[in-house]
């Protein structure tokens, strides 16, 4: 090829190239669309947890709150001899940190979904193997690890919003509650925590460790109708390292009573009354208040 030729071929292909870059120059790239601000909704059932420590044994619910909106709950929205998820969107779940009896049952420590069957005169409160599941579309009975028959308490006041509470309690028991519009329907949830806490206390007592529970492990065993030898001893001893506690002083004369020796429990709360009136403050006011109780009750 001779040379004018190749000069000629490489014009060629510089106009082409130039032309191309030229055309790509004067198409303008596609901009992208911008994206929608989020918007955040109100929940129709806003999400809730509940935690609550009873005795030793920690329990927390997760559950929706639907609200009554003027409408029939029981009977209506919420029809009667079906399994209802208790509460709105996922079936309500409860976790027990310790193994409980429930309505009388035991149950292992562990996550549980709640559901129930509500009925105008009589509930069934369920625990079943499988928490975690939407709605109650899924809920399978063989999963079941407990139901209780429950009658429901009519309430003098209507309440709006799905409730679930954990009250009345104890060291050893407490009562679930679900309540909405003017239903409750409660049911007994009990824990032992006796052998465990008097295992604990005992190997305490038998440690070469300073600082024992004295005043606290002799209120145990007055409170729990345990050794109350051992609980004057002990009241004894945290007495002796602080001579001036009136209320420990309060509590040895509810150990001497419960014992049955009334002059020594008498005597007991007249030295704690005189301890608490020395107390700067006022703040042996209330020991005082409670000896006076005990004395009047023991004449």
């Known amino acids: 090829m001779n040379s004018s030729r190749r000069a000629s071929l490489f014009t060629l292909s510089t106009l082409i190239l130039v032309s191309g870059l030229c055309a790509q120059s004067a198409t303008p790239a596609a901009t992208p669309k911008p994206q929608a601000p989020k918007v955040e909704f109100p929940a129709a059932s806003p999400a809730a947890t509940l935690k609550q420590r009873v005795g030793l044994t920690d329990i927390e619910i997760v559950y929706s709150r639907p609200s009554v909106k003027g409408r029939t709950v029981f009977g209506g929205l919420v029809a009667y001899g079906e399994v209802w998820r208790t509460g709105a969107n996922n079936a309500t779940r409860v976790t027990f940190s310790t193994p409980v009896k429930f309505g009388g049952t035991e149950v292992p420590a562990g996550a549980y979904g709640l559901f129930s069957i509500p009925g105008a005169t009589e509930w069934t409160v369920i625990l079943n193997k499988a928490p975690g599941q939407w709605g109650a579309y899924k809920y399978d009975e063989a999963q079941d690890v407990v139901r209780v028959k429950v009658k429901p308490v009519t309430l003098a006041e209507p309440v709006e919003t799905f409730t679930i ?98 002059a020594a429990a008498i005597a007991a709360a ?17 020991y005082t208040r409670l000896n006076n109780e005990l004395i009047a009750s023991l004449k």
């Open 165 to 262: 509470d954990v009250n009345d309690i104890r060291d050893e028991s407490a009562t679930l509650n679900l309540v909405w519009q003017k239903t409750r329907v409660p049911v007994k949830v009990e824990f032992d925590i006796t052998a465990t806490v008097v295992a604990q206390i005992e190997a305490a007592m038998a440690s070469d460790g300073e600082k024992k529970p004295y005043a606290q492990a002799a209120t145990f065993y007055l409170d729990h109708n345990l050794d109350l030898t051992k609980a004057r001893t002990w009241m004894d001893a945290a007495l002796a390292a602080q001579p001036d506690a009136f209320y420990y002083m309060y509590h040895k004369a509810r150990i001497l009573a419960k014992m049955g020796d009334k």
């Open 270 to 286: 007249k030295q704690s009354i005189e301890l608490a009136a020395k107390a700067p403050g006022g703040a042996g006011a209330e």
